[in-house]
Protein backbone atom coordinates (compact mmCIF):
# COMPACT_ATOMS: atom_id res chain seq x y z
CA UNK A 1 0.00 0.00 0.00
CA UNK A 2 2.69 2.50 1.38
CA UNK A 3 4.86 1.90 -2.09
CA UNK A 4 1.39 2.84 -4.35
CA UNK A 5 1.13 5.91 -2.52
CA UNK A 6 4.60 6.64 -2.96
CA UNK A 7 3.99 5.75 -6.59
CA UNK A 8 0.98 7.97 -7.16
CA UNK A 9 2.92 11.35 -5.62
CA UNK A 10 6.14 10.85 -7.82
CA UNK A 11 4.40 11.92 -10.88
CA UNK A 12 6.22 15.02 -10.97
CA UNK A 13 7.41 16.65 -14.40
CA UNK A 14 10.96 15.39 -15.49
CA UNK A 15 12.32 17.99 -17.40
CA UNK A 16 15.26 20.00 -15.51
CA UNK A 17 14.28 23.50 -14.25
CA UNK A 18 16.45 24.94 -17.37
CA UNK A 19 14.33 23.13 -19.75
CA UNK A 20 11.26 25.13 -18.40
CA UNK A 21 12.88 28.52 -18.54
CA UNK A 22 13.59 27.97 -22.66
CA UNK A 23 10.14 26.94 -22.72
CA UNK A 24 8.98 30.38 -21.17
CA UNK A 25 11.23 32.33 -23.42
CA UNK A 26 9.85 30.96 -26.38
CA UNK A 27 6.45 31.57 -25.72
CA UNK A 28 4.16 33.62 -27.21
CA UNK A 29 4.46 37.41 -26.61
CA UNK A 30 2.08 40.47 -27.58
CA UNK A 31 3.22 43.88 -27.88
CA UNK A 32 0.97 46.82 -28.15
CA UNK A 33 1.92 50.25 -30.15
CA UNK A 34 -0.65 53.09 -28.59
CA UNK A 35 -0.15 56.47 -29.99
CA UNK A 36 -1.42 59.35 -27.53
CA UNK A 37 -4.90 60.54 -27.67
CA UNK A 38 -5.81 63.36 -29.79
CA UNK A 39 -4.05 66.55 -27.56
CA UNK A 40 -4.76 70.04 -27.28
CA UNK A 41 -2.55 72.83 -28.44
CA UNK A 42 -2.43 75.85 -25.60
CA UNK A 43 0.52 77.95 -24.98
CA UNK A 44 2.41 75.47 -23.15
CA UNK A 45 5.50 73.64 -23.54
CA UNK A 46 5.06 70.61 -26.21
CA UNK A 47 5.59 67.96 -22.93
CA UNK A 48 2.81 69.53 -21.23
CA UNK A 49 0.31 70.07 -23.84
CA UNK A 50 -3.06 67.84 -22.63
CA UNK A 51 -5.55 65.95 -24.37
CA UNK A 52 -8.54 67.68 -26.44
CA UNK A 53 -11.74 66.68 -25.06
CA UNK A 54 -11.62 64.36 -27.98
CA UNK A 55 -8.50 63.14 -27.30
CA UNK A 56 -10.36 62.16 -23.84
CA UNK A 57 -13.43 60.44 -25.24
CA UNK A 58 -11.21 58.28 -27.72
CA UNK A 59 -8.45 56.78 -25.09
CA UNK A 60 -11.10 55.18 -23.04
CA UNK A 61 -12.66 53.65 -25.94
CA UNK A 62 -9.32 51.84 -26.74
CA UNK A 63 -8.99 50.91 -23.64
CA UNK A 64 -11.92 48.76 -24.16
CA UNK A 65 -11.10 47.61 -26.94
CA UNK A 66 -7.64 46.23 -26.15
CA UNK A 67 -9.78 44.35 -22.89
CA UNK A 68 -12.44 43.20 -25.35
CA UNK A 69 -9.58 42.08 -28.17
CA UNK A 70 -7.86 40.27 -25.23
CA UNK A 71 -4.82 42.41 -25.19
CA UNK A 72 -4.96 43.23 -21.74
CA UNK A 73 -0.97 44.21 -20.82
CA UNK A 74 0.62 43.07 -17.29
CA UNK A 75 3.38 45.62 -18.22
CA UNK A 76 3.43 49.54 -19.43
CA UNK A 77 5.90 51.79 -20.37
CA UNK A 78 4.44 55.18 -21.09
CA UNK A 79 5.91 58.29 -21.85
CA UNK A 80 6.24 61.08 -19.63
CA UNK A 81 4.13 63.75 -21.31
CA UNK A 82 1.22 65.12 -20.18
CA UNK A 83 -0.55 64.28 -23.25
CA UNK A 84 0.37 60.33 -23.24
CA UNK A 85 0.36 59.88 -18.90
CA UNK A 86 -3.60 61.31 -19.69
CA UNK A 87 -4.43 58.64 -22.58
CA UNK A 88 -3.04 56.35 -20.13
CA UNK A 89 -4.53 57.09 -17.29
CA UNK A 90 -7.58 57.54 -19.34
CA UNK A 91 -7.24 53.87 -21.15
CA UNK A 92 -6.17 51.74 -17.90
CA UNK A 93 -9.39 51.68 -15.92
CA UNK A 94 -11.74 50.50 -18.93
CA UNK A 95 -9.08 47.47 -19.15
CA UNK A 96 -10.16 46.06 -15.54
CA UNK A 97 -6.52 45.67 -14.69
CA UNK A 98 -4.05 47.56 -13.48
CA UNK A 99 -0.63 46.47 -14.94
CA UNK A 100 2.61 48.30 -13.05
CA UNK A 101 3.58 50.94 -15.57
CA UNK A 102 6.86 53.09 -15.66
CA UNK A 103 6.73 56.57 -17.39
CA UNK A 104 9.64 56.76 -19.03
CA UNK A 105 11.75 59.98 -20.64
CA UNK A 106 13.09 58.06 -23.65
CA UNK A 107 9.23 57.00 -24.94
CA UNK A 108 8.76 61.20 -25.34
CA UNK A 109 10.81 61.87 -28.76
CA UNK A 110 12.17 58.20 -28.69
CA UNK A 111 13.07 56.70 -32.27
CA UNK A 112 12.02 53.42 -33.19
CA UNK A 113 15.55 52.08 -32.54
CA UNK A 114 15.17 53.64 -29.20
CA UNK A 115 12.17 51.92 -28.08
CA UNK A 116 13.12 48.94 -29.56
CA UNK A 117 16.20 49.08 -27.41
CA UNK A 118 13.30 49.71 -24.26
CA UNK A 119 11.47 46.42 -25.56
CA UNK A 120 14.36 44.83 -25.30
CA UNK A 121 15.00 45.59 -21.22
CA UNK A 122 11.61 44.40 -20.54
CA UNK A 123 11.19 41.78 -17.85
CA UNK A 124 10.86 38.12 -19.26
CA UNK A 125 7.89 37.60 -17.08
CA UNK A 126 6.02 40.13 -19.37
CA UNK A 127 3.67 38.37 -21.66
CA UNK A 128 1.75 41.43 -22.73
CA UNK A 129 4.06 44.67 -23.04
CA UNK A 130 1.96 48.14 -23.70
CA UNK A 131 3.63 51.64 -24.85
CA UNK A 132 2.14 54.61 -24.60
CA UNK A 133 4.04 57.30 -27.18
CA UNK A 134 4.73 59.44 -30.42
CA UNK A 135 4.56 59.83 -33.44
CA UNK A 136 6.65 58.99 -35.44
CA UNK A 137 8.06 56.96 -33.12
CA UNK A 138 5.57 54.54 -32.33
CA UNK A 139 4.35 53.95 -36.44
CA UNK A 140 7.78 53.80 -37.22
CA UNK A 141 8.33 50.94 -34.61
CA UNK A 142 5.27 49.09 -35.83
CA UNK A 143 6.61 49.15 -39.17
CA UNK A 144 9.79 48.28 -38.49
CA UNK A 145 9.10 45.45 -36.88
CA UNK A 146 6.40 44.01 -39.22
CA UNK A 147 6.23 46.12 -42.28
CA UNK A 148 8.63 44.45 -44.21
CA UNK A 149 7.98 41.37 -43.45
CA UNK A 150 5.75 39.25 -46.37
CA UNK A 151 2.88 38.46 -45.35
CA UNK A 152 1.79 35.31 -42.97
CA UNK A 153 -0.77 33.12 -41.37
CA UNK A 154 -2.61 34.84 -38.97
CA UNK A 155 -0.88 38.73 -39.99
CA UNK A 156 -2.84 41.28 -41.60
CA UNK A 157 -3.65 42.12 -45.17
CA UNK A 158 -0.44 43.77 -46.86
CA UNK A 159 -2.89 46.33 -47.25
CA UNK A 160 -3.26 47.05 -43.75
CA UNK A 161 0.05 47.51 -43.43
CA UNK A 162 0.60 50.26 -46.03
CA UNK A 163 -2.60 51.90 -44.46
CA UNK A 164 -0.57 51.88 -41.23
CA UNK A 165 2.27 53.11 -42.83
CA UNK A 166 0.50 56.10 -44.66
CA UNK A 167 -1.57 57.02 -41.36
CA UNK A 168 -0.96 55.84 -37.74
CA UNK A 169 -3.67 58.31 -36.62
CA UNK A 170 -3.84 59.58 -32.27
CA UNK A 171 -5.14 56.80 -30.07
CA UNK A 172 -4.57 54.39 -33.13
CA UNK A 173 -3.10 50.54 -32.01
CA UNK A 174 -1.03 48.45 -33.41
CA UNK A 175 -0.93 44.78 -32.20
CA UNK A 176 2.36 42.77 -33.00
CA UNK A 177 2.98 39.22 -31.93
CA UNK A 178 5.75 37.71 -31.74
CA UNK A 179 7.71 34.07 -30.46
CA UNK A 180 10.78 34.32 -27.96
CA UNK A 181 12.10 36.25 -25.29
CA UNK A 182 11.83 40.14 -25.56
CA UNK A 183 15.77 40.86 -26.34
CA UNK A 184 15.65 39.13 -29.03
CA UNK A 185 13.31 41.00 -30.78
CA UNK A 186 14.51 42.09 -34.16
CA UNK A 187 13.66 44.13 -36.90
CA UNK A 188 11.18 42.25 -39.46
CA UNK A 189 10.75 39.28 -36.32
CA UNK A 190 6.85 40.30 -35.22
CA UNK A 191 3.71 39.71 -36.48
CA UNK A 192 1.30 42.56 -37.32
CA UNK A 193 -2.15 41.07 -36.24
CA UNK A 194 -4.27 44.14 -35.28
CA UNK A 195 -4.57 47.96 -36.68
CA UNK A 196 -7.26 49.68 -35.16
CA UNK A 197 -8.26 53.66 -34.89
CA UNK A 198 -11.02 55.74 -32.53
CA UNK A 199 -13.11 55.86 -36.26
CA UNK A 200 -13.12 51.89 -36.62
CA UNK A 201 -13.81 51.59 -32.87
CA UNK A 202 -16.77 53.37 -33.21
CA UNK A 203 -16.32 56.78 -31.08
CA UNK A 204 -17.26 58.60 -34.32
CA UNK A 205 -14.86 61.36 -34.67
CA UNK A 206 -12.62 61.93 -37.75
CA UNK A 207 -9.00 60.29 -37.61
CA UNK A 208 -6.34 62.90 -36.95
CA UNK A 209 -2.78 64.31 -35.32
Known amino acids: MAKGRDSGAAAVDPRPACQAVVMTDNAGR ?3 LLR ?3 SAWPDVPDHERPLARRGQRDAPVMGRWLRTAGHVPDRVLC ?14 PALGASPPVSFEDRVYGGSAPELLDLIHRAPRTAKTLLIVGHAPGIPELAFMLAGAAAPRRGTVPGSTVERMKTKFPTAAIAVLELTGNWSQLDPGAARLTSFVTPREVGTGGPDGS
Not at 79 to 92: N, V
Open 36 to 38: HAK
Open 79 to 92: STARRARETWELAQ
Open 30 to 32: TLV
